[in-house]
């Protein structure tokens, strides 16, 4: 799932000066972990924990809601459960916050319920203008279209209609159909790219990149060099 509001600013979640994490426990490994990487790597920014009781939670305060924090969030990491993400939505909004990750099961990788719920995010993002990331579709369903290098933009729109979610290009409620000729060439030029970087390339992975309508950026990507 990658749902963005309107046409938004995506620089402070790519650069988030704060990070909140919501649903932090430390009963959650996961938790435990996402705390550890924020804080002993490189990350330079306020890490802020939020949980439904505050106290003490991975050696620090945490805040009852992210409107309890008092300072800006540039970026929320959503670690609650699914039927718990609309609440903590509205918590987001009244903070001020435009950005987050949903680092959760449940939604329509799961169940009809599910479903209905990721629609209703799309509504409350969008009422919200809050820009949402998220999702494990591509993993759980093994939805990939490989090819060769290299390929040819058409060949990539040959690529696009094998996909199992390919009907979501074509625009859903409410949200415009993307401008496939703009994909097609954006993932031909990332091949491009791969080969003119020729024996020194490991890896170049391109994950998510964004699409709205003509609009196709790279919101993160990995360039890994062989050793030599």
Not at 98 to 105: G, K, M
Not at 170 to 185: F, M, N, S, Y
């Amino acid at each position: 799932m990658n749902l963005v509001a309107g046409t938004p600013d995506l620089s402070t979640m790519l650069r988030p000066r704060s990070i909140a994490l919501v649903g932090a426990t430390d009963r959650s490994t996961w938790s435990k972990s996402t705390f550890a990487n924020l804080t002993t790597r490189n990350y330079g920014g306020k890490v802020h924990l939020v949980a439904r009781r505050g106290g003490i939670v991975h050696g620090m305060p945490a805040a009852t809601s992210c409107a309890a924090i008092g300072e800006p969030v540039d970026l929320a990491l959503l670690m609650v459960p699914a039927g718990a993400i609309e609440e903590a939505m509205a918590d987001l909004a009244a903070a001020g916050a435009h950005n987050a990750v949903i680092l959760t099961s449940g939604l329509t990788e799961s169940s009809h319920d599910g479903a209905a719920l990721q629609t209703l995010l799309a509504v409350e993002a969008t009422r919200y203008g809050i820009s949402v990331l998220g999702g494990i579709f591509v993993e759980i369903l093994q939805d990939v279209a490989l090819r060769v290098l290299p390929v040819t933009p058409a060949e990539v729109r040959r690529m696009l209609a094998e996909l199992k979610g390919a009907k979501l290009l074509d625009g859903q409620r409410g949200i415009p159909p993307a401008d496939l000729d703009a994909v097609a060439l954006a993932v031909a030029r990332i091949g491009d790219a791969a080969i003119a970087l020729g024996p020194a390339l490991e890896t170049l992975e391109v994950n998510p990149l964004w699409v709205r309508g003509a609009r196709v950026e790279a919101l993160d990507g990995l360039v890994v060099a062989r050793e030599p």
